[in-house]
Antibody, heavy 122, light 107 residues
Framework: EVQLVESGGGLIQPGGSLRLSCEAS????????MSWVRQAPGKGLEWVSV???????YYEDSVKGRFTISRDNSKNTIYLQMNSLRAEDTAVYYC????????????????WGQGTMVSVSS | AIQLTQSPSSLSASLGDRVIVTCRAS??????LAWYYQKPGKAPELLIY???TLESGVPSRFSGSGSGTDFTLTISSLQPEDFATYYC?????????FGGGTKVEIK
């Protein structure tokens, strides 16, 4: 069964660090672009970062320099290292597989994990 | 970044109603638009990409249209499982951005 399972969320103080993991089953993280998308409580969706083959990586502006996306092909897992966390980073973080389309340079997301909650508060 | 404005932000409708949600982009994006639906506490699900292509397994009562800056998502006959929040997303360029969402509620 195709599945993405996130882990690593929790309560963290402002300025702290967390590492999120996303383990994939029945899809290869090395052969797909994989993204992190977040959703603050009661709010809409916000794309955070993507990692593609050849280590092509992009970040949303507000997380550049603080978050790092990476991949371990042997574990079929992607990660999001989050440093210097702020209250506004509080959200459910979803891992998603990018779905290449005929239009556009970015991708839609066709497979999603269940999400992991990150709460940044003192 | 390209901004997407959805309207309405919420609507009430009855079973069997035809529902239309609109999404306007701050600049032209050709047909590079996707639609999702999301139930409370669940991950979003992809409905449509490239403005009008139905994702595999999505019921045919869902359809998408538009190009350039103006797009619509239409549900031809609202079913009980369709009460949810709908989001558009531009896939024209990075960063991919989402609209603010349209919550479809039971009248």
């Amino acid at each position: 069964e195709v599945q993405l399972v996130e882990s690593g969320g929790g309560l963290i103080q402002p300025g702290g660090s967390l590492r999120l993991s996303c383990e994939a089953s029945d899809i290869s993280v090395s052969h797909n672009c994989m993204s992190w998308v977040r959703q603050a409580p009661g709010k809409g969706l916000e794309w955070v970062s993507v990692i593609c083959g050849g280590n092509v990586i992009y970040y949303e502006d507000s997380v550049k320099g603080r978050f790092t996306i990476s991949r371990d092909n042997s574990k079929n897992t992607i990660y999001l290292q989050m440093n210097s966390l702020r209250a506004e980073d509080t959200a459910v973080y979803y891992c998603a597989r990018d779905r290449p389309t005929r239009q556009g340079a970015a991708n839609a997301f066709d497979i999603w994990g269940q999400g992991t909650m990150v709460s940044v508060s003192s | 970044a390209i901004q997407l404005t959805q309207s309405p932000s919420s609507l009430s409708a009855s079973l069997g109603d035809r529902v239309i949600v609109t999404c306007r982009a701050s600049q032209g994006i050709s047909s590079a638009l996707a639609w999702y639906y999301q139930k409370p506490g669940k991950a979003p699900e992809l409905l449509i990409y490239d403005a009008s292509t139905l994702e595999s397994g999505v019921p045919s009562r869902f359809s998408g249209s538009g190009s350039g800056t103006d797009f619509t998502l239409t549900i031809s006959s609202l079913q009980p499982e369709d009460f949810a929040t709908y989001y558009c997303q531009q896939i024209d360029s990075y960063p991919p951005t989402f609209g603010g969402g349209t919550k479809v509620e039971i009248k």
